[in-house]
């Protein structure tokens, strides 16, 4: 099976909103492409993907989880995260919550809001509903309120039902 015919397979769903595709032997494709030739040099466009996809699979229990679990899903979805095309700004999201919750690398509120940031940027609503929460609250930085108002109010205008409720409890 073809990267791509993985991807497509990935993306099947049956009438009930269920996985419908052949997700085993997407997976293999996936973890066999995100595993060419790891010698530390850059990774190709193939191997972020399914670099990507192998991460999305373990850390939603699509797939036997291996040793490490956490670990390899952080170092996965930072991979992905901070490569330059930016294929995938979500991983961005997912690396967040792993320095958030220090799932799999030591826990780094901070760091995890730039990369919530970042990935508003690219505009990923929970990124930006995570960034204006942590900026109210003063997680992992100074509390700063017009900061806060600025990415809530950016993920309530991109309909984004938490920030939207948020808004309204905290009269933003």
């Not at 269920?18 to 060419?36: I, S, V």
């Not at 730039?114 to 929970?126: M, Q, R």
Request: glycine share 8%; net charge positive; aromatic share 12%.
């Amino acid at each position: 099976m073809t990267l791509t015919d993985a991807a497509k397979q990935h993306k099947l769903y049956n009438k009930h909103g269920k996985p419908a595709g052949d997700l085993k032997t997407a997976y293999k494709c996936f973890e066999a492409y995100a595993n060419l030739g790891n010698t530390g040099g850059t990774a190709s466009r193939n191997q972020i993907k399914a670099k990507y996809y192998k991460a999305l699979y373990i850390s939603r229990g699509l797939v036997p989880s291996p040793p490490n679990k956490d670990k390899i899903i952080a170092e996965l979805f930072k991979e992905v995260a901070d490569d330059e095309a930016n294929e995938f700004p979500e991983a961005k999201v997912r690396y967040g919550d792993c320095l958030c919750y220090g799932k799999g690398v030591e826990q780094d509120v901070s760091e995890a809001l730039k990369y919530f940031e970042k990935a508003a940027e690219d505009g990923v609503k929970v990124a930006m509903y995570n960034a204006g929460n942590m900026y109210y609250n003063g997680i992992g930085c100074t509390k700063d309120i017009e900061k806060a108002k600025y990415y809530l109010k950016l993920a309530a205008y991109n309909d984004y039902e938490p920030a939207i409720k948020f808004c309204k409890e905290h009269d933003i």
